[in-house]
């Protein structure tokens, strides 16, 4: 066994649609894992929150039906309702194992999600 880390990512879908809601998560997803060196690493558990606005499709289905994280348990979860939060936010925390020794978390925040950690996103 290596060092446990947990990546933190999140991202806005623009519509409540099973569409959407896949092609944002999974572009998340597969932008969190090339900051990750799987040879070395494995994935404990993905854990999924949603904003209640989003009601459509299941962010989880979507990583499971795309084969971004194999045999990685996925477990998913409604934000509470708060006045003025950003709305139509999928929130996920990736925890790893690795025995990658310079391994550093990359958290990834995508689309109107930038705006919660301007400090970590990117461009």
């Not at 990750?36 to 459509?56: E, P, Q």
Request: glycine share 6%; proline share 4%.
């Amino acid at each position: 066994m290596g060092k446990i880390y947990s990546v933190r990512g999140a991202t806005t879908v623009d519509d409540d649609s099973a569409a959407d809601i896949t092609e944002k998560t999974v572009e998340l997803i597969a932008e969190m894992k090339k900051h990750i060196d799987f040879s070395r690493t494995r994935a404990v558990n993905l854990f999924i929150t949603t904003t209640g606005d989003i009601t459509s499709f299941y962010p989880a289905r979507a990583v499971r039906e795309s084969g971004l994280l194999i045999d990685c348990p996925l477990f998913s979860a409604l934000e509470p309702p708060i006045k003025g939060a950003l709305a139509k936010c999928i929130r996920v925390m990736l925890t790893i194992d690795t025995e990658d020794k310079d391994f550093t978390a990359k958290h990834v925040y995508l689309h109107g999600a930038k705006t919660l950690r301007p400090d970590l996103a990117k461009g």
